[in-house]
């Protein structure tokens, strides 16, 4: 059962509520000091150095989950400009908020026995904290805190908020004991959380693993463990079925081509036309036409040599997405882009085979093999034509694919429910601090309050 405290009083704040009458609403301002990269703080790509000759600069994507963390793709930045603004030196307890971008209001507390370490233009950090800092890194993560986001916040393609108006953010201010005994409270109840969070983490990534090495298995070495095999003479093949033969794409398909986008680029895009399909709309699991963008019908007729057909393959060959692929299994009238590449089979092998193909270890392995490109990978359409194919006959790629298709569903159900009970326990978790942070609920040892 939920304890309450004895005495309710308004907070003034529709996202917050009531608040127990002997706490204090104030604003940022008044417990802490923000401060941010800006004016004659900020740095250039000159200021960019090598790991040896300056500090860390913490960006949006070291705050993951909530948690500060530092990985592998780090910025550094020179001693000089580190030692020129001490005010956004980074240290424990400092609270770190992001201002600008697409994740804005992302916050994170920083732990103990961190680096050298400073923060780029989209950040800013909460100093000189008068209150307990883990008790106000948890009411950042508040409803009231992101909701003050949403509303404050200027700016659609890259939304961002001024340091004036975070200041002006409402703020709880319990006695310190009661937030001393939060924070305890809060650290054990989220950790509880975030283990069972992890534990099921890994349950779908073995749940995936196993999908991934069931299709490796069955597409290379068929559905009779028994069956007398052959090497194939290649490589990232390995041995496959001896009724089995070997081919290119470029002989097992009818087309392998791009798309393109039209003339005017995104003016050409309108709210009702035929769906142009974008490397952002391919993924493994199918396509997704969330938001997807529609050109004019004309616009579509006269790019007929790009028309996507009911049963194509579409793989994505260019950006961070290279290799995503699936099987168009609408029938509406689609096109595509120059990241896109339609793969057409013929009578030869069944689509949903090539797509199985596709996604297995050695379709991506020659994905991996044959990119080109440094800023932007891409994939070479001549290239994709020469991907080796393990061949069975028809008839036995039909009970393949029927096989793996009832296997890969039963994991993919496994996959969602496990999914489901990880936003379930961060919805629980969101709740729990939102509700002890303002004082919905009672965790303080004092029957008098």
Known sequence: MKIRYSKY????????????????????????QIFGRIGYRGYTIEDIVNE????????????????FVIDNGV?????????????????????ILVKTGSTIGKTSIIPDGVPEMTINPQLVVLKNIKINPKHLYYQTLCNYIKESFEVEQTGSTTPTISQEKINEFPILNPPLQEQEQIVKYLDEKTGEIDNLISITENKIELLKENRTS???????????????????????????????TKSSIKYINKKVGSGVTPRGGSEVYVDDGVIFIRSQNVHFDGLRLDDVVKIEPDTHEKMSGTK??????????????IGRCCIVEISEEMNVNQHVCIIRPNNNIKPHFLNLFLQSSIGQTQVDLFITGGNREGL???????FFVPLPPVPEQEEIVKYLDQITQDIDTLISIEQQRIETLKEYRQSLISEVVTGKVRVFENDNL
Do not use: A
């Open 9 to 32: 009083k308004p907070s003034g704040v529709e996202w917050i509520g009531d608040i127990p009458e002997h706490w204090v609403k104030t604003k940022i301002k008044h417990v802490v």
């Open 52 to 67: 040896s000759e300056g500090v860390i600069t913490i960006s949006p994507s070291n705050i993951q989950k909530d948690l």
């Open 75 to 95: 910025t550094y930045i020179s001693y000089e400009k580190y030692y020129q603004s001490p005010e956004i030196m980074i240290f424990p307890n400092d609270i």
């Open 214 to 244: 069931t299709i490796n298995r069955v597409i290379t070495k068929g559905l009779d463990p028994n069956v007398e095999l052959k090497d194939s003479g290649i490589e990232w093949i390995g041995e496959i079925p001896k009724g089995w």
């Open 308 to 321: 996507v057909l009911f049963n194509d393959v579409l793989l994505n060959i260019t950006g961070g997405s």
């Open 380 to 386: 070479n359409i001549e290239n994709i034509k020469n």
